[in-house]
């Protein structure tokens, strides 16, 4: 366990649902980021939040959207995907003003499945 | 245009060899480099990292060469074992946005 718990593990639904994937830290840490990783491409930064607000959208569908309640917690909202959005979705984590020297700590991910 | 290249998309070594994992960058402002390992079914994990002010950083058998001039960077392995085998990627920080770009991660093989 890296301190970065996402859910659910895996999930699978359909291109007209509606759902949500969870991130949760107890690091400290007050910078969140959503990253996708698809077969054969590199892991794509998505949206970052630092301090609960939004600093970087990386021109990602409007069929994702984030949500950022406080500095522990990252949502994923999702609604009417394309089969070609299955990926491997992960959540980290930085401490504040992306202290290099520590990285980022990245949860297990969550494996969507869109059929 | 990526950034941050690993061209080889895996690489096979015999358990007790050296591994040596490549990775290209293209960015002059990237300023930290970082190597991160990957499982199955797991997030990526911090492996090792070098500042560009430096050449070279070694923890153990991990060993990170920096060449700023070639803007390349390499991770070595060594004794390679069995459980190093997963996906390896290369990340550096720095640039706009300040942000970890990362590679396209190399699969490393260990055979017994």
């Known amino acids: 366990e890296t301190g970065v718990t996402q859910t659910p593990r895996h999930l699978v639904m359909g291109m007209t649902n509606k759902k949500s994937l969870k991130c949760e830290q107890h690091l400290g840490h007050n910078a969140m980021y959503w990253y996708k990783q698809s077969a054969k491409k590199p892991l794509e930064l998505m949206f970052v939040?630092?301090?609960?607000?939004?600093?970087e959208n990386n021109s990602v569908p409007s069929r994702f959207s984030p949500e950022c309640p406080n500095s522990s917690h990252l949502f994923l909202h999702l609604h009417t995907l394309q089969p070609e959005d299955s990926a491997l979705y992960l959540c980290?984590?930085?401490?504040?003003?992306?202290?290099?020297?520590?990285?980022?700590?990245f949860g297990s991910g969550t494996r969507l499945t869109v059929v | 245009d990526q950034q941050v290249k690993q061209n080889s998309p895996s690489l096979s070594v015999q358990e007790g060899r050296i591994s040596i994992l490549n990775c290209d960058y293209t960015n002059s402002m990237f300023d930290y480099f970082l190597w991160y390992k990957k499982y199955p079914a797991e997030g990526p994990t911090f492996l090792i990292s070098?500042?560009?002010?430096?050449d070279k950083n070694e923890d153990g058998r991990f060993t990170v060469f920096l060449n700023k001039s070639a803007k390349h960077l390499s991770l070595h392995i060594v004794p390679s074992q069995p459980g190093d085998s997963a996906v390896y990627f290369c990340?550096?920080?720095?640039?706009?946005?300040?942000?970890?770009?990362f590679g396209g991660g190399t699969r490393l093989m260990v055979k017994p």
């Open positions: 939040y630092n301090f609960k607000e939004q600093t």
């Open positions: 980290a984590s930085s401490p504040e003003g992306t202290e290099a020297n520590y990285g980022y700590t």
């Open positions: 070098i500042s560009s002010i430096k």
């Open positions: 990340a550096a920080f720095g640039g706009a946005g300040n942000m970890l770009t």
